[in-house]
């Protein structure tokens, strides 16, 4: 059983920063990207930031320059360091990895894990 399970959300004043870190966990034989998506209230589901296994990043353009994306590979875990926080920013934000689990004697075909979300509250 592959899990991802995410802590550092909370409340923050604007101009603030948080970081969140996602770990994953159970039969994993590698994990291709990892990342962030976020939703706001009432708006759907975006993507926030995302990293390949060799460190490649993505950032939607609202982030860009405020947040960073990086992970550990050794231990399975993406993080999103957020810096100069804006009421916007607001949201319960989303981990995923792509991962290849496995079983005994084979491979799992590649899907998609996501964490439980955590509440980013952006106070003006």
């Known amino acids: 059983q592959i899990q991802l399970v995410e802590s550092g959300g909370g409340l923050v004043q604007a101009g603030g920063s948080l970081r969140l870190s996602c770990a994953a966990s159970?039969?994993?034989?590698?994990?291709?990207?990892m990342g962030w998506y976020r939703q706001a209230p009432g708006k759907q589901r975006e993507l926030v930031a995302a990293?390949?296994?060799?460190?490649?990043?993505h950032y939607a353009d609202s982030v860009k320059g405020r947040f960073t994306i990086s992970r550990d590979n050794a231990k399975n875990t993406v993080y999103l360091q957020m810096n100069s926080l804006k009421p916007e920013d607001t949201a319960v934000y989303y981990c995923?990895?792509?991962?290849?689990?496995?079983?005994?004697?084979?491979?799992?075909?590649?899907?998609?894990?996501w964490g439980q979300g955590t509440q980013v509250t952006v106070s003006s």
């Open positions: 159970g039969n994993i034989f590698k994990i291709n990207d």
């Open positions: 990293i390949t296994s060799g460190g490649s990043t």
């Open positions: 995923y990895a792509g991962v290849v689990g496995y079983s005994a004697d084979y491979l799992h075909t590649p899907r998609d894990y």
